[in-house]
Structure formats: C-alpha cells, structure tokens
C-alpha cells in the first residue's frame, strides 16, 4: 500500500498571527514538504492544479520535474490535473517528458476542477464538465499508446498523422488515478479503462463515498480487469497530531475555526465526527485510518492532507515527522497484515513495466 | 375526482416561524390538518411530519458551508423530498421569505421536489403583504419545478381574530380549500413509496454505461 501526501497549494494566511506567505515562499514551501515526504519514508507527493489566487500550483510538471531532480524514490502525482481545460495534446507531452526525466516516478489524478471561471478563461463551457472530461481522457489515452492517431471530436481541433512525443517511457503510459467527490460518471470512467480511483474523502461523510466506491468496484468487475476487491481504490485524509490529543485540539482549532473551506461552520467537533478530520494522537489517527478499510475495502493508496488553512511550513515538517515516524509504519504493518493475498498494490511503473512484458511474452508463446 | 385505492400518504410540514409557540408553525399545523382532512375524504390515511427549520438553524448553515447535511438536517431533508405532499410556511421578512425558509430549500438536491404537491403559506403583521406568496414564494417552488396548489394562504395578525365561517372568504375557508387542493393533487399522485426505484433510477446502483457516454459526448 502507498502512503503519500497530497497539497491544495493555497496561500492562506496563518490565523494565529495574521501572516500570509507569499507565493514564493508558499511554492518552495511546497517543495520542502516533497522533500521531507521522501526523508520520513512516504511512497507519494501529489500537487494540485489551479489556475486563480490564492493557489499557486498552475504548472505541476515543472514543479514535479524539479521535485524529481531532488528525489530518489517518491513517486510524484497529481491531484488533480484538469482533464477538462486543459488540452490532452499537452498533457499527454508534458506527462511523458515528466516520466522520463522521473525515470518512471510519476503518477497522474485527472478530475474536472470545480472552479466555474476557469473553463470560459480556457475556452470552454462548465456545463460540458463531463463530455470534455470522457472525451479528452479518451484522446490522451490513445496518444500514450497509438505512434500515429488520427482523430476527431467535439471539443478540440481535430488530428491527422499525430504522434505526441516524447513517446511514454519503455513503452508503458503513466498510471492513471481518476478522482471524483460526486460523479457516478467517473467512477464510471475508471471502471472502463480499469484506471485507479480516487474518493478525495476528506470533506463529505462516508456513507456517499461507500456507494460512489462501490459503484466503481462494481463496474471495474463488469468491464473485466478483475474481481470488484481488486480495483484500484485511493483515498484521502486529513489530520493533525500531537503526542497529547488535547494539545493537537487546542494547536488546530483556530486553523481549523478559519479554514477556507469549512471555518465558520461546523465546530471541530462535529466535523470530526462527520468526516475523516482526525486531530489528535498518532494513535487515534492510526485508528481512524484503520476504518476506512473497513468502510471501503482494501484499498492502494492512502493520500493525507497536510498543509492547508494556513499551517506554517515548519509545523506542517513536524507534522510529516510524525506521519513517517510513528503513523506510517504502523499502517503499512497493519494494512498488510489484513489485505488477502489477490488484492493487488497500485501500479508502479515497474509493475507495469513487468506486465506489459509478461504480455508480450505470453503472446509470443502463443504464436 | 376518483380516489386511489386507500394508502398510507405522508405530508411533510416545513414552518420557518421563529418564535415559541410561532404563529407560523399555527398556521402550517392548520393547512396540514385542512388537508389530512381532505384526504381522509378521498380514502388516504396521512401522516403528518413537521420540519421546523428553527431546530436546524445551526446545522443548515454548517451544510451551506460544507455542502452536506449532517444528523437531524439529513432527515428532515430526506422527510421532505421523500413526502407525498409539502406544506410550507414561512413569516414575512423585507417583502419576501425569510432567510431560513429559503436556505433549507437551497440545500435541496436538484430536482428532488419535481412534481411534489405543495401548499404554500405565510404570515404576516398585516395584509399588505399577502402578495409575498404570488410573487416570492410561488416562483421559487415554480423553479424547483414543484406543483403548487392554487391557492395560498396568508394569514396576517388580524385573521387570527376574525371570526371563521362568517365571511366567504375568512381564513378558515381559505385553509380548507386549500387542503382540498392539495389532497387532490397528492391523490393524482401513486404514493412515493411506490414511485421510488420506478421513474427515478439511482446513478450510483444503475450508472450510464461508459460506451453510451463515450458516444453522446457524455451528456
């Protein structure tokens, strides 16, 4: 099972003493906690993408690309890439040359953005959010595994004798993860490709993300790529700890009570008990974490959100100590001890890279 | 009208009154007792359930902010838009609907109040501002593509006090025309616990399959 962290890259400013970072600081902050994730023993970093204030993430590969250079193991992703606006020519190009120079280290998450400017400023319509994220996924998947594609669809212009370059590294495409927090059209999607799934968790209660899961476990059977406990399932998560779990309350609740997404709403409390916001012991968090196997299954990759509502770097380092040092190695122990033997790990690209040969070799045989 | 064959029907109540006891929630028990009423006359056993809004102030705010209904809020929202028939009543504030009244609908998902019979109601200090019902209230249930009965019923202060079956058109008379009409329109109806599963299929148990979306470019 992979263990990573994923970042939002927002600049919001620190409530206990009013200080905002500035981009700068918050895109070499950003980098530093890569770095770290790698240090404490984490599988995974993942930037999201955004295209307005206050995030600053709007060229994940050049920031994964330098993270690469700087790393040696952990995988680099996204979370997401706009399958959307963006064009799936230059996603499929940048993507690739990511892979290369990551000597295979790269991931992606594709979702729709849910941010209703952006599509008009990149030429496109909110309301064809899921026919540009079908058609456009089905584009670049061709051009990762066709030399030459011709094509035509609704939203972009069409090809003739195209290849996108670089071509994908040994041959194998980057794993592809789709996410999604409501639409039963994705999970849809990554059934049919028997792409990775991803439930980004961390805002909405469980019971929606059990049917949104299982819906994707269902149809990833239907479409033949294995048995529904065998599709490639991630999730996120998002906690706070201190070895005392008053003191990780007492820490996080002004972060908390002015976060941008729910501050002003719901007390600490009843959006713990609501969501998957653990803030407390690495035990409990442990715990926690524990359950969500229960609720969903085995599952390939566990994301946790760190670095948000305004958290200063060197608490969100401290934070990544704990996570590797106590809370990780423990999870992997535990997580491994329960996942029966046909369940599989996330694809790496070692892992594809041996299938797809096994394949080949299998087709040889046969011929 | 021909009534269907006799079954349990639920009515859901929603009053935005604000105070204890609120003549809001007076008038909102008074079109669901109007309309009980009438469908008992047609053959339906009814129950009634009240949603006032009062009790989910907090947690309607925390879902606004968060975009889920949680506890209590997720059941009365459930009540509502699983019912046969809808009452709802709100006081007057600025020439319209209060805030609460209208923020308990915006947490609506889209479509689930379609074809729902619903009785509208208001109060208010005085008559000058019955018209909040035509023109605040209706269009708001038009939009969520509801079917509201055509009468509402605006009660000001001064109905309280009048006498009920003297004058044609007293508060009591518009009350029980308006329960019949709303017993009509939910006796039209097959009950909703029939109509579930049937029009509506779930997209998470029964999801557009990827080569139909693939094909129609996904709408």
């Known amino acids: 099972m992979q263990f990573g962290i994923f970042s939002v890259g927002d600049v919001t400013p620190d409530p206990t003493n009013g200080r905002t970072p500035t981009e700068h600081e918050r895109i070499k902050a950003m980098v530093a906690i890569a770095l770290k994730a790698e240090e404490v023993g984490l599988d995974v970093f993942a930037t999201g993408e955004h295209h307005n204030p206050p995030f600053v993430p709007s060229s994940p590969t050049t920031m994964l690309g330098y993270i690469a250079a700087r790393t040696e193991r952990l995988i680099l992703s996204t979370a997401t890439t706009l399958i959307t606006t963006n064009d799936p020519v230059k996603i499929a190009e940048d993507y690739a040359m990511l892979q290369h120079l990551a000597d295979g280290r790269v991931d992606l998450m594709l979702g729709r953005g849910n941010t209703a400017p952006v599509y008009p400023w990149f030429g496109k319509d909110i309301r064809d959010g899921i026919s540009l994220a079908i058609e456009n996924y089905h584009l670049l998947h061709r051009l990762w595994r066709e030399d030459v594609v011709d094509w035509e669809g609704r939203h972009r212009t069409p090809l003739q004798g195209f290849t996108s370059t670089p071509r994908p590294l040994d041959g194998v495409p980057p794993f592809v993860w789709h996410g999604s927090i409501r639409s039963p059209e994705i999970a849809e999607q990554a059934a049919y490709y028997g792409d990775g799934f991803f439930a980004n968790n961390i805002f909405w209660p469980k019971e929606h993300f059990q049917r949104l899961i299982g819906l994707y476990r269902r149809r990833y059977e239907h479409y033949g790529h294995g048995s529904a406990d065998q599709a490639i399932v991630g999730l996120g998560g998002q906690v706070f700890m201190r070895k005392n779990s008053q003191d990780a309350v007492r820490e996080f609740r002004p972060y908390f009570d002015n976060a941008p997404v729910y501050g002003h709403g719901p007390s600490l409390e009843d959006f713990m008990a609501q969501t998957p916001l653990t803030v407390g012991s690495p035990q409990q968090v442990i715990d926690r974490t524990m359950k969500f196997r229960e609720y969903f299954g085995d599952y390939q990759r566990q994301l946790f959100l760190m670095d948000h509502a305004g958290l200063p770097l060197k608490t969100v380092l401290e934070q990544l100590d704990i996570l590797g040092e106590e809370v990780v190695p423990v999870l992997r122990k535990e997580f491994a001890a329960l996942r029966p033997a046909h369940v599989p790990e996330a694809p790496t690209h070692a892992s594809l890279v041996a299938a797809a040969r096994a394949k080949a070799d299998e087709a040889e045989a046969a011929r | ?219």
Do not use: C
């Open chain 2, 1 to 219: 009208m021909t009534a269907r064959p006799a079954g349990g029907r639920t009515v859901a109540v929603v009053s935005a009154g604000l105070g204890q006891p609120s003549s809001t929630r007076l008038l909102a028990d008074r079109l669901a007792a109007a309309a009980t009423a009438a469908l008992r006359d047609l053959g339906a056993d009814t129950e009634v359930v009240t949603v006032e809004l009062r009790d989910h102030a907090h947690r309607m705010v925390d879902a606004a902010l968060t975009g889920f209904a949680a506890g209590a809020l997720r059941d009365a929202v459930e009540t509502v838009t699983g019912a046969d028939g809808l009452v709802a009543v709100t006081p007057v504030f600025n020439a319209s609907y209060s805030g609460l009244f209208k923020m308990f609908f915006d947490l609506l998902e889209r479509g689930s109040l379609e074809g729902m019979p619903v009785l509208i109601g208001a109060t208010g200090g005085t008559a000058r501002h019955s018209l909040v019902l035509e023109h605040a209230v209706r269009p708001m249930f038009a939009y969520l593509r509801a079917a509201v009965a055509p009468t509402a019923v605006y009660a000001a202060s001064q109905d309280w006090g009048s006498g009920g079956s003297d004058g044609a058109d007293g508060l009591t008379e518009r009350v029980a025309r308006a329960g019949r009409e709303l017993a009509s329109l939910v006796a039209a109806r097959p009950p909703a616990r029939d109509r579930r599963g049937a029009g509506d299929a779930d997209p998470y148990e029964d999801p557009v399959p990827f080569e139909r979306l693939l094909a129609s470019g996904g709408q």
